[in-house]
């Protein structure tokens, strides 16, 4: 087993994780590659949790009794962490939802709902990619079978790229959004960031970046990106599932129409019409996920102790020692980029012939636990020809014995099926 670089005491980081000490199918120590999918959540998240429904619990805004005012200052001090920790330049541009399904379709439908000059309609384009995970590509399709719109997007290339060659073609004058994941979850691909933005600032055209995978595992800094939306979640960043975060531009906000409608949102109501609350509460309809967005605060907290630059150093060194070991299995096809360069830390992979559910059967029955299919993406299987792949993911408590450990199930796996 190869040592890291000393940037994480991994030993000490997965005591604080009480899953990691499981075991299972009779004894078998668990060895959790299934980070891409949804992290497991530190003990200091699960104590303020608990903390939380044994002596906050209560529903937030509005109410002058003690639990209410604790609950709204603790759910609205998760927003300021937030704020802090994607360096929004206002807490009011961060608006809570239950993952980044919702944050996405929110922006889809405030598109298709939007006056002039950012509707879209019939007249123009909407742009995605061909790695998109299912929730950056099913809202732009619904949004464009409604209004009319055309849909276009940025192939692949045979390395697991996005092919940009033609970014002229695809970004046009009708183009009214272009919307795209900072890292692929199937590929682990990185992608270039300010050469799309930049093509699409020449148009006029929006931006809205899909950030869950990158804000777990690296910096996150909106006003970089220079992208008008970014959407991420919180069950893979050590934080509880329900809750997710869409970020957009103060000027945005304030000009585009509402999602949802209902308590909460807004400003005064009558049986004729109705005003809307500012944003963030505007898109925030009814009762929030106010220990959820709690749990996320306390993920941060934990992330920030931790350090994202180390991190990120630890999951590429990471990433680099699992790309070569995997390129030792025979027969074994990375789906991506065959380096550790510009990607993060998930690998897809195919196995010769064997099918990639029988893969992660043959693992699972080593307490080895990985994803397996298309991983809501769907049309990267297609463009690769393969009905599916096993992913391997990994966070900032993965060790290279746990890669150790994949590789030799996979030995296994190849002798199982002969």
């Not at 950056?136 to 849909?151: D, E, F, M, S």
Request: hydrophobic content about 40%.
């Amino acid at each position: 087993m190869t040592q890291l670089p000393g940037l994480l005491d991994t030993e000490a980081l997965r005591k604080d994780f009480p899953i990691l000490d499981r075991v299972v199918h009779d004894g078998k120590k668990l060895v959790y590659l299934d980070n891409a999918a949804t992290s497991q959540t530190p003990r200091q998240v699960l104590d303020v949790l608990s903390e939380y429904y044994e002596q906050h619990n209560a529903n937030v805004h509005r109410g002058v009794h003690v639990l209410a005012e604790e609950a709204t200052a603790l759910y609205e001090g998760a927003r300021d962490k937030v704020a802090e920790f994607i360096n929004a330049p206002s807490r009011d541009e961060v608006i809570f939802t239950k993952n980044a399904s919702e944050s996405l379709n929110l922006v889809a439908n405030m598109l298709g709902w939007a006056d002039e000059p950012y509707r879209v309609d019939s007249d123009t384009e909407i742009v995605i990619t061909e790695m998109e995970h299912h929730s950056n590509i099913v809202p732009w399709q619904l949004l464009a079978q409604r209004t009319g719109a055309k849909l276009k997007w940025f192939g692949l290339t045979d390395d697991g790229r996005l092919d940009l060659s033609n970014i002229d073609e695809v970004i046009t004058e009708k183009t009214k959004i272009v919307s795209f994941v900072l890292v692929s979850n199937i590929l682990g691909t990185q992608n270039p960031v300010e050469a799309i933005v930049r093509r699409a600032q020449q148009v006029g055209a929006l931006v809205c970046i899909d950030a869950s995978q990158a804000a777990p595992h690296m910096p996150l800094d909106v006003q970089a990106l220079q992208a008008d939306f970014v959407a991420f979640t919180g069950h893979k960043m050590c934080g509880p599932t329900g809750i997710g975060v869409l970020w957009g531009r103060q000027e945005l906000l304030e000009d585009l129409p509402p999602f949802l409608g209902g308590g909460e949102m807004i400003e005064t109501v009558s049986m004729h019409s109705s005003t809307y609350a500012p944003a963030p509460h505007k898109f925030e309809a009814g009762t929030p996920p106010v220990s959820q967005a709690i749990g996320l605060g306390a993920a941060i907290d934990y992330l920030n102790a931790i350090g994202m630059e180390k991190i990120l150093a630890h999951e590429h060194a990471l990433t680099e020692y699992a790309v070569k070991r995997l390129l030792e299995v025979p027969d074994l096809r990375i789906i991506g980029p065959t380096t550790a360069e510009e990607r993060g830390a998930a690998i897809s992979f195919t196995l010769g012939d064997i099918h990639p559910h029988d893969v992660g059967q043959v693992l699972d029955e080593q307490g080895i636990a990985v994803r397996v299919g298309h991983h809501c993406a769907r049309p990267v299987c297609l463009r690769y020809g393969i009905p599916a792949t096993t992913r391997a993911s990994f966070y900032l408590y993965s060790t290279p014995a746990e890669i150790d450990a994949l590789v030799d199930g996979l030995e296994h796996v190849r002798n199982f099926f002969g």
